[in-house]
């Protein structure tokens, strides 16, 4: 079983100093090996190679340090390994040539030998992260700066002694304990990271004896909790609760302060010691209303999860498609830019970061196994527009948080009715019904507008919670 615990660092002058230091050296680093692999690949497969008289050999235009013929001189693996039965020097990663290279590193730059070799060896692993999440298909790696290259980890050497910690090359740091380790958990990684208002270290620890969790499977599931995401309400059950969204950075307050702070800092002189005062006081109202979103999201979770069901559906969300910008319009006659809602739209996507709908999937995800429970995700697509009672389709059904089928006149609460048509097809998915399905499209086909159709719920009290 794997698990992390996060505690806060109390580093002296002396350590907070070395851990900037390191920060500085392993951002250069992390950014001319994406620069090395950058131009590697734009001289194997974009320049083209070459053949070199002297040598008779394939060579490149230019020399890169991970490239076949380039400075490490050491492309491929010395120990031969049999693969298909034959003797083959396999060719090493970008990685494994960067990583043998650091010894290199330390010799001609000295002030890398005050670093962990483990920590060196994790700064390019990470990077080797970035590739394999872009080749999965996320974005392309980017170059680090001091905003967004703040951690870095070690692998091996990290002990506790009550509330000492030792981290190698840096020794022994005070941290507030604020819960103690279970007994029989080994120490796997820690990783620094620095926060506005200071450090701190996330330690992962591994126990082989205790079994990881396992959800409940499917053929087992009897009863499920439909959920649907909102901004109004941050969720809302099938089983009529609602629980408030506290909007923590979109809330007038919050919006009124986030609006002076950044204005103090726009006003100050750039690279001055007062600029970053106040950049610095404005990122802790940031983490203050983060910390603050991530302990409701916690209470939330776990209240769903907590209820007396085998199953919690969720929506099956594009986030990052509903925060992509409106489509450009452009007139065909003058060339001239129309209105096409982004304006408006911008105020959507700020209330969609601040409800942090995945974050909040995951923590249910999380305490869902944690409880023995299954989580499913289900294609939202029309389940607040579909009438639980004839399977009539149609925008025009909602108006605002009113749900009024425009076909039979059924009544019912716009997100509770989604959560509800949410767990419906979570249970159809579980026990394959897929007849009755069938069968309710084929009695909402028969169903004409004037046809006069009993109403079987209106308007229920609805229970809010929070």
Known sequence: ???????????????????????????STYNWSLADRIAQYNQQFIQGNYCDIT??????????????????????????????????????????????????????????????????????????????????????PKFKNRSNFTSFTYQMGVKLQGSKIYLPKLGWMRFFNSRSIPNGFTIKAATIRKRQDGWYVSIRIENKSIPDYIPKPLNEVESVLGCDLGITKLVHLSDRHQINNPKFSTNKKAKRTLKI??????????????????????????????????????????????????????????ISGMLKRCKVKVDEISGRFLKNGQSRKKGLNRSISDAAWSELILKIEYLAVKQGKVVIKINPKHSSQECRNCGHIDKSNRDGEKFICTQCGYHEHADIGAAKTIRDRCLEI?????????????????????????????????????
């Open 261 to 318: 702070r950044q204005r103090r800092v726009s006003k100050k002189a750039k690279g001055s010691k007062n600029r970053k005062k106040a950049a610095n006081k404005l990122g802790r109202f940031h983490k203050k209303i983060t910390d603050k979103r991530v302990a409701y999201q916690w209470d939330v979770a776990n209240k769903i999860v907590s209820r007396k069901v085998d199953a919690v559906a969720l929506e099956d969300l594009n």
């Open 55 to 140: 040598t008779k050999g394939e060579a490149c235009p230019l020399t890169c340090f991970v490239s076949k013929n380039g400075a490490s001189g050491e492309p491929w693996k010395d120990n031969k390994s049999v693969l298909d039965g034959k003797l083959k020097n396999p060719r090493r990663s970008a990685g494994d040539i960067q990583i043998t290279a650091l010894p290199e590193l330390k010799k001609r730059a000295p002030w890398f030998s005050e670093i962990d070799s483990t920590v060196l060896q994790q700064n390019v692993k990470r990077l080797d992260t970035a590739y394999k999440n872009f080749f999965e298909g996320r974005g392309f």
């Open 1 to 27: 079983m794997l698990t992390n615990f996060c505690f806060k660092l109390r580093p002296n002058v002396t350590h907070s100093i070395k851990m900037s230091n390191w920060l500085d050296m392993l951002r």
């Open 430 to 466: 579980v026990r394959g019904d897929s007849a009755k399905l069938a069968a309710s499209q084929q009695n909402a086909q028969k169903i004409s507008p004037r046809t006069p159709v009993q109403t079987w719920r209106v308007w229920e009290p609805v229970q809010t919670g929070y």
